[in-house]
C-alpha cells in the first residue's frame, strides 16, 4: 500500500503539548483529501498525539516505527 504524503514535519524533540499544537497548524494548511506525514518522538508523543488528532475528527493511520537510537 502506497500513501503520496504532500509534506512531512520533522517533530522529534519538540515536547507535549506543542507538538499537538504545532500538528494541527500544519493540518489547516492542507485541503481536503490531502495527506500528511508527521515524524514523532517515542513515549508520550507517539501515544498521545495520534489519538487527540483522531478526536479531532481526523483519520490517522501509523506507517512504521522509527528505529530507537
Same mark, same amino acid.
Given at each position: 500500500?502506497?500513501?503520496? =504524503? =504532500?509534506?512531512?514535519?520533522?517533530?522529534?524533540? $519538540?515536547?507535549?503539548?506543542?507538538? /499537538? $499544537?504545532? $500538528?494541527?497548524?500544519?493540518?489547516?494548511?492542507?485541503?481536503? %483529501?490531502?495527506?500528511? %506525514? /508527521?515524524? =514523532?518522538?517515542? %513515549?508520550?508523543?507517539?501515544?498521545? $498525539?495520534?489519538?487527540?488528532?483522531?478526536?479531532?475528527?481526523?483519520?490517522?493511520?501509523? =506507517? /512504521?516505527?522509527?528505529?530507537?537510537?
Amino acid at each position: 500500500m502506497w500513501i503520496h =504524503l =504532500l509534506k512531512i514535519a520533522d517533530l522529534k524533540g $519538540v515536547k507535549c503539548p506543542i507538538n /499537538f $499544537v504545532k $500538528v494541527k497548524i500544519e493540518l489547516a494548511k492542507i485541503k481536503s %483529501g490531502e495527506t500528511m %506525514g /508527521f515524524i =514523532l518522538d517515542h %513515549g508520550e508523543p507517539i501515544e498521545n $498525539v495520534p489519538g487527540s488528532v483522531q478526536a479531532e475528527g481526523r483519520d490517522t493511520k501509523r =506507517l /512504521f516505527d522509527a528505529p530507537t537510537i
